[in-house]
T-cell receptor, first 114, second 113 residues
Framework: DTGVSQNPRHKITKRGQNVTFRCDPI?????LYWYRQTLGQGPEFLTY????????KSRLLSDRFSAERPKGSFSTLEIQRTEQGDSAMYLC????????????FGSGTQLSVL | RKEVEQDPGPFNVPEGATVAFNCTYS??????FFWYRQDCRKEPKLLMS???SGNEDGRFTAQLNRASQYISLLIRDSKLSDSATYLC??????????????FGKGTHLIIQP
């Protein structure tokens, strides 16, 4: 399978715990994005990487959130001290970049914070 | 004013009918436009880009109206499998940077047999 892969698919955690998600993009794509989506809303941009460099972070991304892409391949998104409001689908996408760039999404990680 | 607005629906349409919905955007300098499709509990998938002159892909036609700042999607001869949420995506940045991709909330379409 050469698509974008995310794991885990589902994560249930208790408030205050830390969680980490992983994303493996399409291998030839140099851009990688993280989005968050809640029910009835469109995906909201969190952050993106050009190769290993994190180029932009949304104001939605509080200091409890951190993302890395250490070798320009897979990426991790960590949420520290989770809150109930963090419950959402976390989507990863990759692209080749450029104007009119097309995003290819992974299946997402559904986070439930109890 | 929200950046990308869509009528959330749902649009209930009989199979075989034609359906159209619009999406308005706030930044007149927006450069690129897309329609994505999202099935229930699935990830969004690109349906089609929207070009200035309008474009067609099979039963789907996308139009861009820069003067009125909206894009449209028309589906002809609708199929049951067209039932999904259709997300309007606009790149709000003049330079087309990746962080400028803004998604609407989506329009929910239900095709009824």
């Amino acid at each position: 399978d050469t698509g974008v892969s995310q794991n885990p698919r589902h994560k249930i955690t208790k408030r205050g715990q830390n969680v980490t998600f992983r994303c493996d993009p399409i291998s030839e794509h140099n851009r990688l994005y993280w989005y968050r989506q809640t029910l009835g809303q469109g995906p909201e941009f969190l952050t993106y990487f050009q190769n290993e460099a994190q180029l932009e972070k949304s104001r939605l991304l509080s200091d409890r959130f951190s993302a890395e892409r250490p070798k320009g391949s897979f990426s991790t998104l960590e949420i520290q001290r989770t809150e109930q409001g963090d419950s959402a689908m976390y989507l990863c996408a990759s692209s080749l970049g450029g104007m009119g760039e097309k995003l290819f999404f992974g299946s997402g990680t559904q986070l439930s914070v109890l | 004013r929200k950046e990308v607005e869509q009528d959330p629906g749902p649009f209930n349409v009989p199979e075989g009918a034609t359906v159209a919905f619009n999406c308005t955007y706030s930044n007149s300098a927006s450069q690129s436009f897309f329609w994505y499709r999202q099935d229930c509990r699935k990830e969004p998938k690109l349906l089609m880009s929207v070009y200035s002159s309008g474009n067609e892909d099979g039963r789907f036609t996308a139009q861009l109206n820069r003067a009125s700042q909206y894009i449209s999607l028309l589906i002809r001869d609708s199929k049951l499998s067209d039932s999904a949420t259709y997300l309007c995506v606009v790149n709000m940045l003049v330079g087309g940077g990746a962080d400028g991709l803004t998604f609407g909330k989506g329009t929910h379409l239900i095709i009824q047999p």
